[in-house]
T-cell receptor
Framework: KAGVTQTPRYLIKTRGQQVTLSCSPI?????VSWYQQTPGQGLQFLFE???????NKGNFPGRFSGRQFSNSRSEMNVSTLELGDSALYLC?????????????FGNGTRLTVT | GESVGLHLPTLSVQEGDNSIINCAYS??????FIWYKQESGKGPQFIID?????DKRQGQRVTVLLNKTVKHLSLQIAATQPGDSAVYFC????????????FGTGTKLQVIP
């Protein structure tokens, strides 16, 4: 079974721009979560989607948004980029079939904002 | 002000020895706990999980111990190998939180050949 796929692998953007990151979950997984990883803050939860609905949201500003499609693929968008948005953005999928199940992560998108 | 990077605790272990990585979790309502391994340039990789109705679970060369009284979790790696060198994260979740998993700050494991 193919793992979680994230594209692109690397991105360089300038302040004020916006960016869209893509995630394809493991086949059959309906939950997709997004995390931001930085040396300063570690792994921080952004949001989680299940069946195209956002079920949970972390403490990030409204510039961070996401969506999930009917095939469970997900995208996240960051608008009006700031230098502090430079990070590794990780997507994870899970079965989430009613009780807790482990997250399976992709290798992330490394975003650099200059 | 200037942000300060997280200082990851480091555990150095001789190859072949056993490793024990500890973690304190924060939410007494958490009922599901997971250990992840993250190698450089990769996303976290699931190692083993345990539910709150258990206090010990074993996998291949790994054992997780859960002490709910003191909110403590540990990961034991038997016969540590160079390939075990990575950052290890504990994570917690609770049934009412869907998949809003909270991660610890991580421990860097260095295996000395």
């Amino acid at each position: 079974k193919a793992g979680v796929t994230q594209t692109p692998r690397y991105l360089i953007k300038t302040r004020g721009q916006q960016v869209t990151l893509s995630c394809s979950p493991i086949s059959g997984h309906r939950s997709v979560s997004w995390y931001q990883q930085t040396p300063g803050q570690g792994l921080q939860f952004l949001f989680e989607y299940f069946s195209e609905t956002q079920r949970n949201k972390g403490n990030f500003p409204g510039r961070f948004s996401g969506r999930q499609f009917s095939n469970s693929r997900s995208e996240m968008n960051v608008s009006t980029l700031e230098l502090g948005d430079s990070a590794l953005y990780l997507c994870a999928s899970s079965l989430a079939a009613g009780e807790n199940s482990p997250l399976h992560f992709g290798n992330g998108t490394r975003l650099t904002v200059t | 002000g200037e942000s300060v990077g997280l200082h990851l605790p480091t555990l150095s272990v001789q190859e072949g020895d056993n490793s024990i990585i500890n973690c304190a979790y924060s939410n007494s309502a958490s009922d599901y706990f997971i250990w992840y391994k993250q190698e450089s340039g990769k996303g976290p990789q699931f190692i083993i999980d345990i539910r709150s109705n258990m206090d010990k679970r074993q996998g291949q060369r790994v054992t997780v111990l859960l002490n709910k009284t003191v909110k403590h979790l540990s990961l034991q790696i038997a016969a540590t190998q160079p390939g075990d060198s990575a950052v290890y994260f504990c994570a917690e979740n609770w049934a009412g939180g869907y998949q809003k998993v909270t991660f610890g700050t991580g421990t860097k494991l260095q295996v000395i050949p």
